[in-house]
């Protein structure tokens, strides 16, 4: 049975003691003196010592050329933020004296083609169709479009408005489908059909809120639901005389450079956008006190809009 021989670690040791292990066990007619013996082992040894030592130079090269390269990245990371930490010093300044300097005082934009807020314009009421006193001291005047979401998400606004205003507020309602809402001039029509039995801001309640149905199908529907006369409905809806009417509002939006909605004039004052609500009284508010000014010189109260718009701009 041979003896257990343990395992060996190393590639230099299990070399010598491998090769102290064939010598040992060599048959007798090559047995060498040991003299020999030691000398050849000096040689093994010497070889593998030679081979580690070169393998640890490599090693201490390898790792001194990496920790070279990590001082160049950390010298050059420091001096990255060394830059940034300035330029941040410097934006901290400005903001500083930004902060000592006015606000700039807030500016309405007037584009070309389009009214200019500073002005008034004559913008006659014509047929429209109106809710509210007629000598209130504020007349609102919108082109509006059915199918226009903006159009649709102010409505609540002005309803806010009538109740808070009373009878010093009335608001008057124009026609301006857009081309590109191919549903928004039926509905139009379909509001005046309505008007002509009564019914306008009922049937433009239903338009608004239905605003992705605006069908003809439905609009006899709505007739029905508000109690119209149905046939006479359906007869307003192909009449001429009314869709003449949508045209013609259409025509004077155009004239005035009021060509999105909503648009709103207020006293005449241009007013684009569904607006929050404090936009909408502030202009309010002043045209009251102009209109109450007319009022206590002597306009009566039912000629207060027309007193208003007179000498008012026509176009842009």
């Not at 002005?119 to 509006?144: C, H, K, M, N, W």
């Not at 000629?303 to 208003?308: C, L």
Request: contains cysteine; aromatic residues 6%.
């Amino acid at each position: 049975m041979r003896p257990m021989v343990p395992p060996l670690r190393s590639a230099p040791l299990r070399s010598t003691l491998g090769l102290a292990l064939v010598l040992a066990f060599m048959p007798a007619c090559d047995q060498r003196s040991d003299e020999e013996l030691r000398s050849m082992m000096s040689e093994v040894a010497s070889s593998q010592v030679s081979a580690v030592e070169s393998k640890l130079g490599a090693a201490n090269d390898d790792q001194t050329r990496r920790l070279e390269t990590l001082e160049r990245e950390v010298a050059e990371l420091q001096g990255q933020l060394a830059g940034l930490e300035g330029q941040l010093a410097g934006a901290k300044a400005e903001l500083e004296e930004l902060g000592k300097a006015p606000p700039p005082k807030p500016t309405t934009p007037s584009m070309a083609g389009r009214p200019d807020p500073a002005s008034t314009y004559r913008v006659e009421l014509g047929d429209a169709q109106t809710i509210g006193p007629a000598d209130a001291l504020v007349t609102i005047v919108t082109f509006s479009d059915f199918q226009c979401p903006f159009c649709s998400r102010v409505s609540p606004t002005i309803a806010e408005l009538r109740k808070s205003n009373g009878d010093d507020l009335r608001y008057a309602f124009k026609h301006n489908p857009l081309g590109f809402h191919k549903d928004a001039r039926a509905a139009a029509i379909a509001a005046e059909a309505a008007g002509e039995q009564g019914k306008f801001w009922e049937m433009h309640d239903k338009l608004f809120e239905n605003q992705r149905s605006l069908t003809e199908s439905n609009f006899v529907a709505w007739a029905r639901e508000l109690g119209l006369n149905v046939k006479q409905f359906e007869r307003d809806l192909a009449s001429t005389a009314i869709a003449d009417r949508v045209d013609r509002h259409q025509r004077q939006a155009n004239d005035l450079g009021a060509r999105g909605t909503p648009a709103f004039f207020i006293n005449g004052r241009f007013l684009s956008g569904a607006q929050p609500r404090e936009s909408f009284q502030r202009l309010i508010d002043e045209e009251k006190a102009k209109a109450a000014a007319k009022v206590a010189t002597g306009t009566p109260r039912s000629g207060v809009y027309a007193a208003m718009i007179a000498g008012g701009k026509t176009e842009p």
